[in-house]
């Protein structure tokens, strides 16, 4: 099947679900839309099971044929972030930079550091094992907070100016530093093509320096294009050319192409449309970008709800992911409360900042996506039933309660 055909379907199947929520089931469209394909997820499983239907080995299927991590990784991703990033206010994120900085390298290290140790010494009770590179390698994937889910809620939950500002710009920039170290750690295995401290650090720089300096690169011709003409249609052609020919970029000189179109949404969303753009302009290209944002939120987290077909349903494994939901949230709690504590001499988010960011710190289709980039085995099997364990735990619970729980906090500061 090809990819045309497998987009209509999913983008169809994602508005009839879409559709269903709206008049039945009345949750927020992207936690909606999710838990409606996981209950077609679930059908197909079931069909599997009781010998109506091989789900996981028909062959041509179209819920097998979609790659979930190409899909995302390679293309909606660079859609999303952009999108995101152009609602951010650059003089606010500056303002609380060193958080931010913190919170979006020392704080994704160390929380790699302690969730791959302690899984590694919890599996053997549960019943199997799992080397250590594959627990750090868990520990990477788990650690980034999603900008897709955390923007998509962050809307919707009302919390203060200062802490949307951190929780979103550590969204947005934690993700890079993340599949960094990933991709260090997969080279460990053999699987990648990254050996030794010299190559980590090399790679390091390459993405990342080099993903921040396409980014000013691409934002800046941008702005120089913009302020040459007043034609809202050509100036949203030109954004569309930033963020599907920037990425692309990225991934031809191996830079980062998430921190890329994070920095030229930045740069785009703030210069240009104070210094490039007339109120038409303006208008368009807000309400452009924020569907876009929200028809490839709605697909993606259809997306998610049908990669359930490809977990393995072992019970120790599912016990393994029970338990890693309360070792993530306490990893992050400690990680965020370090931090914030690093940067206390230059800025103070308040007593309750370090569980308001744990809280509104989802996880989403990165780290699902990550999970199923590792190689094919009963690692990369144990390690996606955690992660989607996790994941689930993070935007349906957290996701449906992060509005209450800031309501709550805030009103005990």
Not at 95 to 114: D, E, P, Q, W, Y
Not at 143 to 156: E, G, M
Request: aromatic share 8%.
């Amino acid at each position: 099947m090809g990819l045309l055909q497998i987009s209509a379907i999913v983008v169809s199947l994602a508005a009839v679900l879409a559709f269903v929520n709206y008049r039945l089931v009345g949750l927020p469209t992207t936690i909606g839309v999710m838990l409606l394909s996981l209950m077609v997820s679930a059908a197909l499983v079931a069909a599997d099971y009781f010998g109506v239907l091989a789900v996981r080995e028909q062959t041509g299927s179209w819920w097998l044929a979609i790659d979930f991590n190409r899909t995302l990784m390679d293309g909606m991703l660079s859609f999303l972030l952009f999108a995101g990033a152009l609602q951010v206010n650059l003089g606010d994120l500056w303002k609380h930079r060193f958080s931010i900085g913190v919170l979006a390298s020392v704080g994704v290290v160390l929380s790699t550091a302690i969730i791959g140790c302690v899984t590694y010494l919890l599996v053997p009770y549960l019943g199997f094992e799992l080397s250590f590179v594959y627990c750090l390698l868990f520990g990477a994937l788990i650690t980034p907070t999603d900008p897709i889910a955390v923007l998509a809620l962050l809307k919707q939950a009302g919390v203060s100016q200062e802490l949307e500002t951190n929780i979103t710009g550590e969204s947005l920039f934690n993700d890079g530093v993340a599949v960094v170290v990933f991709l260090a750690l997969l080279g460990l295995t053999g699987a990648g093509h990254v050996e030794g401290a010299g190559e980590i650090a090399l790679l390091f720089v390459q993405e990342v320096v080099g993903g921040a300096l396409l980014g000013l690169a691409l934002g800046g011709l941008a702005f120089w294009m913009l302020r040459r003409m007043d034609d809202h249609q050509v100036e949203i052609l030109v954004t569309l050319a930033v963020v599907l020919g920037g990425y692309q970029l990225a991934l031809v000189l191996h830079a980062s192409g998430p921190i890329a179109m994070v920095i030229a949404g930045l740069l785009v969303g703030n210069h240009g449309r104070l210094f490039a753009m007339s109120d038409t302009t303006r208008a368009h290209l807000d309400t452009f970008w924020e569907i876009v944002d929200e028809i490839l939120n709605t697909v993606l987290f259809v997306m998610i709800g049908l990669e359930m077909v490809h977990i393995t349903l072992d019970g120790r494994y599912l016990l393994a992911g029970v338990c890693a939901i309360p070792l993530v949230l306490i990893t992050r709690y400690g990680c965020v409360s370090m931090a914030l504590q690093l940067v206390r001499p230059w800025h103070r988010l308040g007593d309750n900042a370090s569980a308001l960011l744990t809280w509104a710190g989802l996880r989403g289709g990165i780290s699902v996506a990550l999970a199923l980039a590792l190689p094919p085995g009963e690692a990369r099997d144990t390690i996606l039933t955690i992660t989607y364990c996790v994941v689930l735990f993070s935007i349906v619970v957290q996701g449906l309660s992060v509005g209450r729980v800031i309501r709550r906090l805030n009103r005990d500061l």
